[in-house]
C-alpha cells in the first residue's frame, strides 16, 4: 500500500517568491497535517485540515496558508518566501473519524531552500 | 500538550537492547505517549504509542510506569539501522498537533 506522497521532493525559490507544496494521504485517511522541520530541529506543527476544514493551527504567519481538495489530498502554500523558510515540510495524514486520538503516519518531505 | 524530557543522545551496541527512557510528568488523563523516530533526512517514522498499559508490536515495547509521569521505548536487538533520533511525544490528539522536543539520538555501534 502507498504510504504518505509528497511533490516535489526537492525545490529551491528566491526570496519574496511564493511556493505551493502537494501531499497525497494514505488511501482512506481524510486529515492531513503538515509540520515545518528546521535544521537540527524537531518538526514544527502548521495546520491540521480535515474534510476540507482547518481544524488547527499553529504558530505561523499568515504567509501559511493550506488547503484539502475533496479526495483529501492538499496543499501547503507559503508567500513572500524569507530565508528562514528554508526548511523540510512534512506532511502526515490520519484517519480523521474518531475527532482525537489518532496516528499520524508521515512523508518522505519535500526540501525547501530559499536563497 | 504535556511536554517530555530525554536525553539528548546514547549510544547502543549492535544486538544489545535500547532502552530509551522518556519524562512525561505533567500528562494528563486522556493524553497517550507517541514514540517516533526519524532517520536522517527522513519523515519521522512511527513507532509505537499507549496510554497506560505497556505495549508491544514488531519494531518496539513501550512500558509505562503506573503513574503514567514516565515511558521507556525498547528495541530488543538494536540494529546499525535504528540509528536515528527518537522523539517521545505525548497528546490527546484533540487537534491533530504533535509537538516534538529535541529527541534522543540513538548512535548503534559495531
Known amino acids: 500500500d502507498a504510504g504518505v506522497t509528497q511533490s516535489p521532493t526537492h525545490l529551491i525559490k528566491t526570496r519574496g517568491q511564493q511556493v505551493t507544496l502537494r501531499c497525497s494521504p494514505i488511501s482512506g485517511h481524510k486529515s492531513v497535517s503538515w509540520y515545518q522541520q528546521v535544521l537540527g530541529q524537531g518538526p514544527q506543527f502548521i495546520f491540521q485540515y480535515y474534510e476540507k476544514e482547518e481544524r488547527g493551527r499553529g504558530n505561523f504567519p499568515d504567509r501559511f496558508s493550506a488547503r484539502q481538495f475533496p479526495n483529501y489530498s492538499s496543499e501547503l502554500n507559503v508567500n513572500a518566501l524569507l530565508l528562514g523558510d528554508s526548511a523540510l515540510y512534512l506532511c502526515?495524514?490520519?484517519?480523521?473519524?474518531?475527532?482525537?486520538?489518532?496516528?499520524?503516519?508521515f512523508g518522505p518531505g519535500t526540501r525547501l531552500l530559499v536563497l | 500538550d504535556a511536554k517530555t524530557t530525554q536525553p539528548t543522545s546514547m549510544d547502543c551496541a549492535e544486538g544489545r537492547a535500547a532502552n530509551l527512557p522518556c519524562n512525561h510528568s505533567t500528562i494528563s488523563g486522556n493524553e497517550y505517549v507517541y514514540w517516533y523516530r526519524q532517520i536522517h533526512s527522513q519523515g519521522p517514522q512511527y513507532i509505537i504509542h499507549?496510554?497506560?498499559n505497556n505495549e508491544t508490536n514488531e519494531m518496539a515495547s513501550l512500558i509505562i510506569t503506573e503513574d503514567r509521569k514516565s515511558s521507556t521505548l525498547i528495541l530488543p536487538h538494536a540494529t546499525l539501522r535504528d540509528t536515528a533520533v527518537y522523539y517521545c511525544i505525548v497528546s490527546s490528539g484533540n487537534t491533530g498537533k504533535l509537538i516534538f522536543g529535541q529527541g534522543t539520538t540513538l548512535q548503534v555501534k559495531p
Open positions: 499507549g496510554l497506560k
Open positions: 502526515a495524514s490520519s484517519l480523521g473519524t474518531s475527532g482525537g486520538q489518532e496516528t499520524q503516519y
